[in-house]
């Protein structure tokens, strides 16, 4: 038998006791109170509305003939058997009519019969199931704030607006998002290079002023698109998370809408206008000149996409995406049958309760429980991360907030499963006493788990093979190239002859020094001649420096010609493009390498430094892209990290794995966001080259394997958010 669905997003106080016999007290419905059939699968439900709320409820079919007996005359018993006459086997059980009923007046859709009307404040409508205590309304981490509860704003925009969201409109709107994403994907090393700048302090205040407008228009259009629909806005208003403004709107009334897709249409429309001024700013990114311009344009597209698709298409945080994933399913409260399915699990793991049946069948059933799961982990994540923010603000002042933010998060919670653990104990204590065992046992296991179960996980350095440095050939002297006897990837032996430079005022100073250390021993005979000392010691020493000059001379001449000093192969490419260059010395020609000359340079994280410590000397693993992998020892690390890109191909520009930013000081060097320490490992096996990556190739250098727990990393991950907010806070 279907049960009744009343745990929804925007209803539902279950605080109230009702200790009223049901049996002899009559009910009735409240005169407010709205319904209307829908289909959902297939099936026939009910919705009921209290209009005045803006809140939503629905039940089956089996709940809704019992409830449309509840005149305030005929008594519950009577109703019971009346709703037995005409559904048989499937008729509610007299403990399930009276848990109906009193959900009926908890919720106040229904009344006593000698009560009167509810009294309808808008005001005590607690969405999400909020508890009315003074702390909860002040948790730091969602502080709402009502602006209106009138859609008379929204009628002139929606007249003026509606047209946005007609099919041929939103045909246009999509190809433009397409164009827009192809303009991205075909200018994705540009657009990746300026994005390893948008999380640097000095383009937050841009950031967060894109944001807070785009959300804004994101809120326009679910009012526009609501409105073109039929539904109402019954709130506007500002939600404050963890005291960062969110704009919101409240389109409850959707669910009014019979059809699913036209509630999607709606949930869809605030991405749809954020995915479209992206693409628009896409465009005029790809094709503008100006630098101011493409900063804004860039700062916009990453505003308009990231919080879009991270949150609001996030089917796991109750935001668009999950009413329009919660639709096409066609479970309307996804989210409370799935926190319920998942109850049940753990109810029956832990009291052995007989399971309920499910009115969800086939693919579903399986659906609601892996999504219930992954929705508590993702509320988990959620939290933590927080309440580590939280706790790293205001210089540590924010372990406050965090406190509140306990409270408001477990403090209802904890309480009604301590009401509920004394009543089990009351009444019955077999089932008490298992689900204490069975609770025991799974907390024990569940902190061995946390707090000393050690995860074994392999930290890596991200790393480039490259050639050694004394592989490089540099030009010995300055010239114009004029001929080139080798090629890329050719093989030359020591002595050959591989490049020749002409230096023809370099050649005639060699001819000159000659000729003027020739005169100088023409004198020098003559001083001995007529035995004048004087003339032969100055003579002799002017010797000795024109030898000098001479011997540096035809240094500089013999290497006009490049020569191999060592066998190896050539790796250059555009070699004979040379030919008619200029080249000063100490010029990079070319690299003569063998199989002997690659390394591997790798960049140590600061949180992975004792584990590259750990296996300094020793033999490592080098992993390659393709799976590869290859040994080799860990010979240097750098005692000091920096903050220099000394590998270019790692940086965020270059699609590597490194985050990167702009020098400060000359505003066009990159350096890394955080600083690295840097590693050198030779390659163990170097007889065979096709066993080691080719140079150039990125990889990554497996360093010690972790065996810390989780209680252990997360400490560490506190640890290290707390000093960098610390050094964030101290920048200038």
């Not at 493409?294 to 109750?318: C, E, G, W």
Request: contains cysteine; glycine residues 6%.
């Amino acid at each position: 038998m279907p049960s009744v669905l009343y745990d929804q997003p925007w209803g539902g106080n279950l605080s109230r006791t009702n200790t009223v016999d049901l049996t002899k007290t009559p009910v009735r419905l409240a005169d407010d109170v709205r319904i209307w059939p829908v289909h959902e699968r297939g099936e026939r439900v009910y919705r009921f509305e209290i209009p005045e709320l803006h809140r939503f409820f629905r039940v089956g079919y089996e709940e809704y003939l019992l409830v449309s007996l509840l005149d305030g005359k005929t008594t519950l018993p009577q109703a019971c058997g009346l709703a037995a006459a005409q559904l048989g086997s499937r008729a509610p059980t007299t403990a399930q009519a009276q848990s109906i009923v009193r959900w009926l007046l908890q919720n106040e859709l229904a009344v006593l019969c000698d009560e009167k009307h509810p009294v309808r404040q808008p005001s005590r409508n607690r969405s999400h199931g909020e508890s009315p205590g003074f702390l909860r309304k002040l948790n730091p981490f969602w502080i709402k704030v009502p602006l209106s509860r009138s859609d008379r704003w929204i009628q002139p925009i929606g007249k003026v607006a509606r047209g946005l969201f007609a099919p041929f409109a939103v045909v246009v709107g999509l190809v433009c998002i397409l164009i827009g994403v192809l303009c991205i994907l075909l200018n994705w090393s540009e657009f990746t290079q300026a994005s390893a700048e948008v999380f640097l302090p000095s383009n937050w205040i841009w950031l967060l002023a894109m944001w807070a407008i785009l959300k804004v228009v994101h809120e326009i259009a679910h009012a526009v698109a609501a409105y073109r629909q039929g539904a109402a806005v019954s709130e506007i208003g500002v939600v404050f998370i963890l005291f960062a403004p969110l704009a919101y709107v409240d389109v409850t009334s959707c669910w009014r809408l019979n059809s699913r897709w036209s509630r999607i249409a709606v949930a869809a429309a605030g991405m749809y206008v954020e995915l479209f001024i992206a693409a628009i700013a896409a465009v005029m990114w790809c094709i503008t000149d100006s630098d101011m311009a493409s900063f804004f344009l860039h700062r916009l597209v990453f505003a308009a996409t990231v919080s879009t698709l991270l949150f609001n298409a996030n089917p796991l945080m109750r935001f668009d995406g999950y009413f329009m994933l919660a639709d096409l399913v066609d479970i309307s409260n996804l989210y409370a049958e799935s926190s319920t399915t998942v109850k049940r699990i753990v109810a029956r793991a832990m009291f052995g309760d007989s399971p309920l049946a499910n009115t969800l069948v086939g693919w579903r059933r399986a659906f609601l429980v892996i999504y219930g799961v992954l929705a508590m982990l993702w509320r988990m994540v959620i939290c933590t991360s927080l309440l580590i923010a939280a706790s790293n603000m205001f210089a540590g002042a924010g372990v406050l907030i965090a406190v509140f933010g306990i409270y408001g998060w477990f403090a209802v919670p904890i309480k009604q499963f301590a009401s509920e653990a004394i009543e089990l104990f009351q009444f019955d204590r077999a089932k008490f006493a298992r689900g204490a065992v069975v609770g025991s046992v799974s907390i024990v296991l569940g902190g061995l788990l946390i707090l000393w179960m050690p995860i074994p996980t392999l930290t890596r350095a991200s790393a480039v093979v490259r050639y050694l440095p004394e592989t490089v050939v540099r030009s010995r002297a300055s010239g114009f190239v004029s001929t080139v006897r080798v090629e890329g990837g050719g093989w030359v032996s020591k002595g050959d002859v591989m490049m020749e430079i002409t230096d023809p005022a370099l050649q005639n100073r060699r001819r000159q020094l000659e000729l003027e250390l020739e005169q100088n021993a023409i004198r020098m005979r003559q001083a001995v001649d007529q035995k004048n000392e004087s003339v032969k010691h100055v003579l002799s020493e002017n010797r000795k420096a024109m030898q000098d000059r001479l011997s540096q001379v035809s240094e500089q001449c013999d290497g006009l010609k490049v020569i191999a000093e060592r066998d190896g192969e050539v790796i250059g490419r555009g070699l004979e493009e040379k030919i008619g260059t200029y080249v000063r010395e100490g010029d990079v020609l070319f690299w003569l390498v063998g199989d002997e000359d690659k390394e591997v340079i790798a960049l140590v994280d600061q949180g992975d430094i004792e584990h590259a410590r750990a296996v300094v000397g020793k033999q490592v693993t080098v992993h390659s892209k393709d799976g590869s992998r290859a040994s080799g020892w860990f010979e240097d690390l750098q005692p000091r990290a920096t903050d220099r890109l000394s590998i270019a191909s790692l940086s965020a520009t270059e699609s590597g794995p490194l985050a990167v930013r702009t020098d400060n000081r000359d505003g066009e060097t990159l350096r890394l966001v955080e600083p690295h320490f840097l590693a050198r490992i030779r390659f163990q096996d170097t007889t065979d080259s096709s066993s080691t990556p080719a140079a150039g190739t990125r990889v990554e250098v497996a360093l010690q394997t972790r065996t810390d727990s989780l209680a252990q990393r997360v400490n560490k991950m506190v640890r290290q958010l707390w000093y960098r907010a610390n050094m964030v806070a101290r920048t200038p």
